[in-house]
């Protein structure tokens, strides 16, 4: 088979990336690969291949749906949907044309399989939604029903003609948009009062004050940078200082949901003022607040980002306690420097310590995972993007003699394939 061949495929499984399986082969051979987006397992669909290449796997387009998933809706984007041309389709909604409750099922799946197959473990896991919020003043902030509006942040991009929108479905082509439906209403809006850009990056962000910032971002870079405006996240009755083009989680539950989730983990690990603990890759001190209102006035707690901003944001956002330190490093450099450099007493405190980590999509990695297990903390939190990196990161921390119960995997990314999960693990 060639490029541009049209077969007919029967969608098996979910893949991780967005993509689904199908095998093609005479009945009774196990058949080839053939990786599909836009479709459901379960369905029977026409597929033209794309990609013909690899020995190992073949990629596909679906031309027609044959025989549809009972699960298969109108995808949530219209200008998303298979019915627009493949090339005027905007990306980011992958699972944008499956009913919300079964992408979370086929979102398990991916988290499941990973652990399994990746990462040789078994262990259980389990997904939710974005908790609600209950706000001080008795009104309650929920995921809307259909699981649109929560990006607090969206980057649109400017091509060489001025065309302004999001890129394509897996491609760096900009699509000019009529909606942003997973951004928050007042991102939509200030997305389609833009008329104009240099090629390049404009990142829209909604802090909590309620305000739209759009944040150029040309290629062309001016000389002379400017200071970044500083805007203030709410987490319950906490405000956390951070650059409006800074890192802060994307939807808008996903702050509130994910210091509920770490705080329930530190709880059931009985994190306490005894130990040291660690945030590691902690950004603006979100994760190691929860440890500080878990422990208690008392905490020491240390949190290590490479961003240098995003560091001095920690160190004023965790002010208010005396034992919480903010630095700025690579996290590889210093775990290891610290395994290098810490006396009797520090190897005790980090021995009754919690580790909480929240590496980027890439994970920990083998040698720094091994790195923070070697320093023997009591307990080990793991805030995890990516379910296949997660998947071997647990495996070198099993290795090391650290083990999990459960994977509790949260889903802040509704209509995408992405997904958060959380995982204690102890000795
Ligand atoms: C997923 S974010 C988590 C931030 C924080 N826990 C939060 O929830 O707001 C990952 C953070 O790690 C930082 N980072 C990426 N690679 C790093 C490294 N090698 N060492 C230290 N920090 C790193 C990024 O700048 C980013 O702030």
């Not at 009062?193 to 390049?200: A, K, M, Q, V």
């Not at 422990?295 to 920690?314: F, I, K, P």
Request: aromatic letters at 4%; proline letters at 6%; charged letters at 25%.
């Amino acid at each position: 088979m060639e490029n541009g061949d049209v077969i007919e495929l029967e969608i098996t499984d979910v893949a991780h990336g967005g993509v689904f399986v199908g095998r093609y082969g005479a009945p009774g051979e196990r058949g080839r690969v053939v990786f599909v987006p836009d479709t459901i397992p379960g369905e029977r669909v026409r597929v033209q291949l794309v990609d013909t290449r690899k020995a190992a796997f073949w990629r596909g387009e679906v031309r027609e749906v044959l025989e549809a998933s009972p699960h298969r809706r109108p995808h949530i984007w219209a200008q998303a949907d298979l019915s627009t041309p493949a090339d005027g389709r905007p990306g980011g909604a992958d699972f944008g044309h499956i009913e919300l409750a079964h992408q979370r099922a086929l979102k398990l799946r991916v988290v499941e399989d990973a652990l399994a197959r990746i990462g040789k473990l078994d262990v259980p896991a389990t997904i939710e939604a974005p908790l609600p919020l209950r706000r001080a003043d008795g009104s309650v902030d929920q995921e809307s029903e259909d699981g649109t509006g929560w990006r607090t942040r969206v980057s649109l991009h400017v091509d060489d003609a001025g065309r302004i929108g999001p890129f394509g479905a897996r491609s760096h082509r900009v699509v000019p948009v009529t909606e942003l439906p997973l951004a928050t209403a007042a991102i939509a809006e200030a997305a389609a009062r833009l008329d104009h850009g240099r090629p390049g990056r404009i990142d829209l962000v909604q802090p909590a004050d309620g305000r739209v910032r759009v944040l150029p971002r040309p290629d062309a870079r001016p000389a002379r940078r400017h200071t970044p405006e500083v805007v203030r996240e709410v987490v319950g009755s906490r405000e956390f200082r951070v650059d409006a083009g800074g890192f802060w989680q994307v939807h808008r539950l996903a702050a509130h949901t994910l210091t509920g989730f770490v705080s329930d983990a530190l709880r059931d690990v009985q994190a306490d003022a005894d130990g040291w603990h660690l945030d590691l890759y902690g950004g603006v001190g979100l994760l190691a607040a929860a440890i500080g209102d878990v422990v208690g006035d008392g905490v020491r707690v240390t949190t290590v980002e490479s961003d240098a901003r995003a560091t001095e944001h920690a160190g004023e956002n965790l002010a208010g306690w005396v034992g919480a330190r903010a630095e700025t490093a690579r996290v590889e450099r210093w775990v290891s420097a610290l395994a290098a450099s810490a006396g009797a007493a520090e190897r005790e405190r980090l021995a009754r310590g919690v580790v909480v980590l929240d590496p980027p999509r890439a994970g920990a990695g083998q040698a720094t995972a091994r790195a923070i297990a070697g320093l023997g903390p009591k307990a080990i939190v793991y805030v995890a993007c990516d379910p296949v990196a997660l998947a071997r990161d647990l495996a070198v921390f099993r290795e090391s003699g650290y083990a999990a119960t459960t994977v509790r995997a949260v889903d802040l990314f509704p209509h995408s394939h992405h997904i958060e999960a959380v995982v204690a693990l102890t000795r």
